[in-house]
């Protein structure tokens, strides 16, 4: 008997040995990295591109329609930023998380040309409404103070979600939101600002308003004469001048200068522009396209619709949209009203001058 317990004492161990070693044999092992899905990738409205959003500009939050290709951005005016947000994995940028909308950047150029790009400080979070709907975002701003004189507006923003591994895709630059350039320069990490190129949103409202960015009640379009040695006479505004100044007629011959400015300090803009000081106005002239006209009745005939189309010219220096009233001196005597054929009884003689800037 006593061989047997032993025995069976023994078999006990064993086993016992056996389950232990068998339990620790193999052990657990972790993948060395975590599971990874799909970045997020933005659409416009369109559908039609990736890495693409759609951007209308409107004068109220909810941005339904544009305001109109003929007209000016304005001071107080929305900019939306429309985009479907797509992630296979189903990740998504909720109301409460705002992911996207965080990483928005606006930029402005106030020289489309020789300016610099500047970063618009006074756009807040509150000043932002935000909207998401599953996939769907929408991001709009009012058009600040600072942006009045922009000829370039352009943002940034990066495809993100709440959630998600990877939780971002491309950081995505558009250069000029009224550009139909497609699409916008994407990159992995965020650039400095926009580029140098004219990328644009990807599908940009047909319907919008164009710049440079008025502020209304300081923009102004004003008429002034060249002097003899070739600058404007600045002080003599023909289309605010009272009619008793002889220095406020046009006369055959004349050169004339059709102005846009800014008044930079946002105040009422004055009758004439002011191009010096501490707070010089802003010349915005070379963002405009000029025609003219005439204007009013002489000799019972109202004007005739066609624009003048003799003697139009761009000052090379300051941008200005110049004409020239009749035969610049060229034939020994002139004759003026020869150069237009407009079927006026004397060529511009007894009409008013009118010009309209866009």
Not at 173 to 186: E, F, G, L, Q
Not at 331 to 358: D, E, I, R
């Amino acid at each position: 008997m006593k061989k047997l317990a032993i025995k069976k004492i023994a078999l006990s161990l064993f086993l016992a040995g056996y389950a232990a070693s068998s339990a620790y044999a193999i052990s657990p092992v972790t993948t060395t990295n975590a599971v990874q899905g799909s970045a997020p990738v933005m659409w416009s409205q369109a559908g039609t591109a990736a890495h693409t959003m759609t951007v209308r500009i409107s004068n109220n939050a909810t941005g339904t329609t544009a305001i109109g290709s003929g007209e000016k951005a304005k001071v107080g005016d929305y900019i939306h930023i429309f985009y479907n947000l797509k992630d296979s994995d189903g990740d998504e940028d909720p109301t409460s998380a705002r992911k996207v909308a965080g990483t928005l950047t606006v930029w402005m150029k106030l020289d489309r040309v020789n300016g610099a790009w500047q970063q618009v400080t006074d756009i807040t979070d509150t000043a932002i409404a935000y909207e998401a709907d599953g996939e769907k975002g929408h991001i709009s701003f009012q058009i600040s103070n600072s942006m009045a004189g922009a000829e370039q507006i352009g943002f940034q923003l990066e495809e993100r979600t709440e959630f998600g591994s990877p939780d971002h895709g491309k950081w995505l630059s558009v250069a000029d939101i009224w550009s139909t350039a497609n699409p916008p320069k994407k990159d992995d990490t965020k650039p400095n600002d926009p580029g140098t190129g004219d990328e644009g949103p990807g599908d940009p409202d047909p319907d919008n308003p164009v710049g440079p960015v008025e502020l209304p009640g300081a923009t102004a379009l004003g008429i002034f004469k060249y002097k003899s040695d070739g600058s404007v006479d600045l002080a003599v505004n023909l289309a605010t001048t009272a009619d008793t100044n002889p220095a406020s007629t046009p006369m055959y011959g004349d050169k004339l200068a059709a102005i846009v400015w800014l008044n930079n300090s946002g105040g009422a803009v004055s009758n004439a522009p002011n191009f010096t000081g501490s707070t010089p106005d802003m010349n915005k002239s070379s963002a405009y396209s000029f025609t003219w006209h005439l204007d009013g009745t002489y000799a019972g005939d109202p004007a005739p619709a066609t624009a003048i189309s003799y003697g139009l010219d761009r000052d090379p220096t300051h941008g200005y949209g110049t004409i020239v009233l009749g035969d610049p001196a060229t034939n020994n005597p002139a004759k003026h009203n020869s150069k237009y054929s407009m079927g006026t009884k004397a060529g511009l003689q007894g009409y008013k001058l009118k010009v309209t800037a866009n």
